[in-house]
């Protein structure tokens, strides 16, 4: 790739991503997809081409990270790499944070102004989804089968080269990992069926939670833990 200074292999030249006008461009196997305020941009995760793609409001779509191989590489832009992303979700600082699983298991931190990618939690992660409160000082994670990961620091992260600003080891979980249920409950009792898709409510500062497998929608406070169910029966419609 002259024109961006990146050697491919072969197997990666055929995975590279296709940019330009909606008309023009080409997604593979899309996953997670978050908004920023800030610039009203559109990230999407194109799973098969190990990227984060930006789509613009004037519609024009870039490859803002990864380089189209399957690794775990901090760097700017397409010199960076991903392995096993899914999900992501941007704080209001315009930074964007990244789940990896399928062994790679990681948090990664894209900084949306200038490219850089970090890596901010390193193992355990390897769960569908994740999500941030708004001023990027709080990141939950669905982790194994069963639990769900909460992570905080006292501000927002920050990245610079070979400098970011990690968050702290794992502050608790919710659920047991291994045991299936849809209990309610403080985070030692609470007990959760699968954990899917993850998401902050603004007003409440809770965590929203859908259980794949639990058939339910669970609210969990983000200071305690607690898990309270507040929707679905935990039977699946016919």
Do not use: W
């Not at 023009?24 to 999407?44: M, P």
């Not at 990227?51 to 775990?72: F, L, N, Q």
């Not at 590489?73 to 315009?94: E, H, P, R, W, Y």
């Amino acid at each position: 790739d002259v024109e961006r200074g990146v050697f491919r292999s072969k197997a990666e030249c055929l995975r590279v991503c296709i940019d330009g006008p909606i008309a023009l461009s080409r997604f593979t196997n899309l996953a997670g997809v978050s908004g920023h305020e800030g610039t009203s941009a559109l990230f999407v995760v194109d799973l098969s081409h190990y990227a984060i793609r930006k789509i613009a409001t004037d519609k024009s779509i870039t490859t803002v990270a990864g380089t189209g191989g399957s690794a775990t590489t901090n760097g700017v832009g397409v010199l960076s790499a991903f392995k096993g992303l899914f999900d992501i979700a941007c704080d209001d600082q315009g930074f964007l944070f990244i789940s990896e699983r399928g062994g790679a298991n990681n948090i990664r931190l894209l900084d949306t102004t200038t490219g850089l990618v970090t890596t901010l939690v390193s193992g355990g992660i390897v769960g569908n989804s994740l999500t941030v409160n708004p001023a990027g000082t709080a990141v939950f994670a669905a982790i194994g089968t069963y639990q769900i990961a909460a992570y905080f620091t006292q501000a927002p992260v920050t990245a610079t080269p070979g400098n970011p600003t990690a968050l702290p080891a794992l502050s608790f979980t919710v659920g047991l990992n291994g045991t299936d249920g849809a209990a309610s409950g403080t985070r030692g009792v609470a007990r959760l069926s699968q954990p899917f898709m993850l998401d902050i409510d603004a007003t409440t500062d809770e965590l929203v939670v859908t259980h794949y497998t639990g058939h339910q929608v669970s609210r969990i406070r983000t200071v305690s833990g607690r898990n309270n169910k507040f929707a679905g029966s935990g039977t699946p419609a016919v």
